[in-house]
């Protein structure tokens, strides 16, 4: 091999590292952080390692915002599965059943999808209000499920428009209906396409903040997002709780990432519209 | 079995009224709720929101009566305005090159038959995988002008040094760049390592035998073919620029403004100030900028998937 192979081989290997380095830094200094205790919190130390292992800032920042935990998880898995059976069922009807202009409503749906949230908050907030849903975990459910639609059906769609057409034939020749085809070729084959769906859009709403922050703001009935927030907005800024609180609110979506990356990313790429 | 499932199948139909057993009649009718629901919440809610920008709703109790391009006139009038429109400039100037030309490199890096890249994969498309609102906590902790990255840079040897990062009263944005290309970067990298690995190996076999260096292969083969990926790069980026609003809520305007976005001063106009008029002017400038940046992408989009 020759020097100056070597030499660009290492380079490789230092550029990869350095990035490396940026992206976990912040949850290195998180960790660091989120272990001292607040009398040892200074700016000064934030690279010093904590004197010693100490769980106390995780337990009064889970003590704080555990409530607001759970309301991400009964915000969360609701809204995910709901807005995934809906992608499940469009999506079908876009790639088996499609009609006049069926291509122009998943575009019109598809258009929405990459438009600012704020472009809809006044309205939103003022029927929520007279549905009698705003300030509610109820309401900000049925907000995710609709927002969801667009990105769910575009999924399934993709996923369906590459089930043989011959299959769907073959079943209707065979007798069978509209939910018969459905129930009996279409779902047996969308297991991973449901895994791919509903890890995206749990992902999505766990970590999702405008909306949240519109619809829940009271602290009590507040997802985690909201809850960082509120960390971040007293008087002194504790350093510790606010990185433990981080971390405890990320720990759900990190975990799901690293087990199930591979559908984290078919999601991604599928969901660009690059997949 | 089978045929058990056939004949449940076969026999819902026929409990249905006569209009309802032609399927394509029923197919429409499962989408409906779903097209009703989108075209409320979102269409709709869009008309709505320009229609509030144009009334006279500047208080917290309702009033839409009309009052013509008032809000608009305050909205251009407001020095606050002019700074959001400079950082946008900023923000989706740095935000798009830093995730672009960063997304490029590790994947071009990642293609190149690396050990541990999954490792390697995994850890740059991380913070991802958490909230903006995790990066934009984390990373006010490190920007601290006081200390911080700073620190690490005076333990370097270069203690003259000490940029103010989000606190500088001009540049602030640019440090929220880094914060919104730390969780963004490795999005694109993923896009362009998929675009990557669909070039088929012969173009690239081809192109060496006819004595195309790394630096041509990807000038004249690469890059050109990777062109796809970069507009969808370029439009997500651009989207996500326009709607920044995460990092601001967090770290807050800075002096001067430095680090407001539009996504934010509608926020506060809007539920802070209850100035919903002005509120919904912004929004509706938002949405006006995001339309020739989704359109163009969209149709191009549909019109390959046709082919």
């Known amino acids: ?62 003590n704080q915002m555990d409530t ?10 609701p809204g995910a599965i709901v807005s995934t059976f809906l992608g499940s069922l469009n999506g079908y009807v876009f790639a088996k059943w499609g009609f006049r202009g069926s291509n122009w409503i998943l575009f019109l749906f598809v258009f929405g999808m990459f ?3 704020q472009g809809i908050l006044i309205p939103l907030v003022w029927v929520l209000q007279f549905m009698g849903l705003y300030g509610k ?16 059906s575009l999924l399934f769609y993709r996923y369906y428009a590459s089930v043989p057409d011959e299959l769907v034939d073959a079943s209707k020749i065979d007798g069978c209906g509209f939910f018969g085809i459905y129930r009996r070729i279409i779902l047996p084959l969308s297991g991973p396409t449901f895994a791919v769906v509903g890890v995206w859009q749990c992902t999505r709403i766990w970590n999702e903040y405008l909306m949240a922050l519109v619809v829940l703001g009271n602290p009590a009935r507040a997802p985690v997002t909201v809850a960082i927030k509120n960390f971040s907005s007293m008087g002194v800024i504790p350093w510790n709780l606010q990185m433990a609180a ?29 997949g | 079995m089978q045929s058990e499932l056939s004949a449940r199948a076969k026999s819902l139909p026929a409990l249905l009224p006569k209009w309802l057993r032609d399927d394509r009649k029923i197919a429409i009718l499962v989408l409906a709720p779903s097209i009703i629901a989108v075209a409320v919440f979102i269409y709709i809610f869009m008309g709505w929101t320009l229609y509030i920008s144009v009334s006279n709703w500047d208080r917290p109790t309702l009033d839409l009566s009309f009052a013509g391009l008032k809000n608009w006139q305050r909205l251009v009038n407001d020095p606050r305005f002019h700074i959001d429109l400079r950082n946008l400039v900023l923000f989706a100037v740095g935000y798009m090159s830093q995730c672009i030309v960063i997304g490029f490199l590790l994947a071009a890096l990642l293609n190149e038959r690396i050990r541990g890249e999954v490792f390697f994969r995994t850890v740059f498309l991380m913070p991802f995988a958490v909230s903006a609102v995790v990066s934009g906590t984390a990373w006010r902790w490190l920007q601290v002008p006081s200390a911080g990255i700073n620190l690490l840079i005076a333990n370097m040897g270069f203690e003259n040094f000490r940029p103010l990062w989000y606190m500088h009263p001009k540049l602030g944005m640019l440090a929220i760049t880094i914060m919104g290309a730390w969780q963004f970067s490795g999005f694109v990298m993923a896009l362009y390592l998929a675009g990557l690995r669909a070039i088929p190996d012969e173009l690239r076999e081809a192109a060496v035998i006819d004595g195309a260096g790394t630096i041509a292969l990807y000038r004249h083969v ?52 209850s100035r919903y008029g002005l509120g919904a002017a912004v929004a509706t400038f938002m949405l006006v900028l995001s339309i020739p940046l989704v359109l163009p992408y969209l149709i191009s989009v549909l019109r390959e998937e046709r082919e």
């Open chain 1, 137 to 152: 975990v109820n309401g900000l459910i049925m907000a995710y499920c609709i927002f969801g639609i667009p990105i769910t």
């Open chain 1, 246 to 274: 981080a971390l405890i609110a990320s720990v759900p979506t990190i975990a799901v990432y690293l087990l199930l990356g591979k559908l984290f990313m078919r999601g991604l790429l599928e969901g660009s519209l690059s």
């Open chain 1, 115 to 117: 438009l600012p949230g």
């Open chain 1, 68 to 77: 607001n935990f759970w309301n991400s998880v009964r915000i969360t898995i």
């Open chain 2, 222 to 273: 690469f890059i050109p073919m990777l062109r796809p990926v970069t507009f969808t790069a370029i439009v997500l980026t651009g989207a996500g620029s326009i709607g920044n609003f995460e990092i601001p809520s967090i770290i807050g305007t800075g002096p001067g403004f430095a680090t407001d976005t539009l996504g934010f001063y509608m926020f506060e106009q809007t539920f802070r100030s």
């Open chain 1, 1 to 62: 091999m020759s020097w100056h192979r070597l030499l660009a081989g290492s380079t490789k290997y230092a550029v990869l590292i350095a990035f490396a380095a940026f992206y976990l830094v912040p949850f290195y200094v998180m960790i660091l952080t989120g272990l001292k205790p607040l009398e040892d919190i200074s700016s000064f130390e934030i690279w010093n390692m904590p004197k010693s292992l100490d769980f106390g800032s995780f337990r009064e920042a889970w």
